[in-house]
């Protein structure tokens, strides 16, 4: 039989994971933010009232056995005029879907029929109002997942503005899980609106499995800067409350001089050090190896390596 693994995230990381755990002998159960309120999936909220369906368009895209230029097709966005400007086909595809049947669950099961996912992908919620809400360290109160990236603040708390009904479904996941994991991605806006809904908190606090953190390769500017392994481990700890990070994957790739000068130069981040120490103080797992490629002078987890080391867990545990 299949272990059972939910993994928790949204936006590019959760899709570059799940593109090599797909190939591994596991039960996957995906679960995916619907605050974000930013390009297409922000406009498509607004006029439809719906939650959003960006990330959740990556994680079937990556998810999916189809043929590449249908994933292509998808993945399309419009750079037109009109109205269809910025919008992603397989955006406007899980909108009518959910229109024809009012069910965002639903939608993305027709979804992953048509595109041949053979595991599951569930909303953490099917709230069309859920709202991120962030209070930085001088006392501002920043309302909107996008906007919350784009301060490129320090936050002493992220909250939603109303708490969210959780999917069912996701409990039951978590519940019945061989291990949890929360996916490398922004800490704040991909991981912790996950972890910060009380249902969520109550299912981890009584699972046995054990909670896995795949640990960002830089940092995000204003958020996480000059954060190391522990700190990130620290910050997830002091959401999950009844819980903690039981084991954690990191990389120890010698970033190119020239490729980190970049990302410090124009994106303002840095490599996340491993602080072994720290590590070991939290009482967390470190599972480290060479983890990092670059693909179009970008930095990108090898998702391959990354799920092998995650497999290989999951068999001597």
């Not at 909108?95 to 939608?107: E, P, R």
């Amino acid at each position: 039989m299949y272990k059972k693994v939910v993994v928790f995230g949204g936006g590019t990381g959760i899709s570059y994971l799940l593109k090599g755990l797909k190939d591994f002998p596991l039960q996957i159960t995906a679960v995916i933010t619907v605050s974000d309120n930013g390009r297409s999936t922000g406009k498509l909220r607004k006029e439809f009232n719906t939650p959003a369906v960006g990330d959740i368009r990556k994680v079937i895209t990556a998810l999916s056995e189809i043929d590449e230029p249908i994933k292509e097709m998808v993945e399309y966005r419009f750079h037109t005029s009109s109205d269809l400007d910025g919008h992603a086909m397989g955006n406007l595809i899980l909108t009518a879907m959910l229109d024809i049947t009012g069910s965002l669950k639903k939608s993305i099961a027709s979804l992953s029929k048509l595109f041949d996912v053979k595991h599951t992908v569930l909303p953490i919620s099917e709230d069309s109002s859920l709202t991120l809400m962030g209070l930085d360290k001088d006392g501002n109160v920043i309302e909107g997942e996008e906007q919350i990236t784009k301060a490129h603040h320090k936050f002493q708390k992220i909250y939603y503005k109303e708490e969210p009904k959780v999917l069912p479904e996701v409990l039951d996941a978590i519940a019945d899980a061989d291990l949890i994991i929360f996916s490398m991605g922004s800490l704040y806006t991909s991981i912790l609106p996950n972890v910060i809904c009380n249902e969520v908190k109550s299912a981890l606090k009584e699972t046995k499995a054990p909670l896995m953190y795949l640990c960002n390769a830089v940092t995000q500017p204003g958020e996480t800067d000059n954060f190391t392994v522990s700190d990130h481990i620290k910050l997830l700890n002091k959401y999950l409350d009844f819980r903690k990070i039981d084991v954690v994957i990191a990389s120890n790739t010698k970033i190119d001089k020239k490729i980190a000068e970049k990302y410090a130069t124009a994106e303002q981040k840095d490599p996340v050090k491993i602080d072994y120490a720290a590590i070991e103080s939290l009482g967390t797992e470190l599972i480290e190896d060479d983890l990092i490629t670059i693909e179009d002078n970008t930095l990108r987890h090898n998702s391959l390596k990354l799920s092998a080391l995650v497999f290989n867990y999951l068999m001597r545990n």
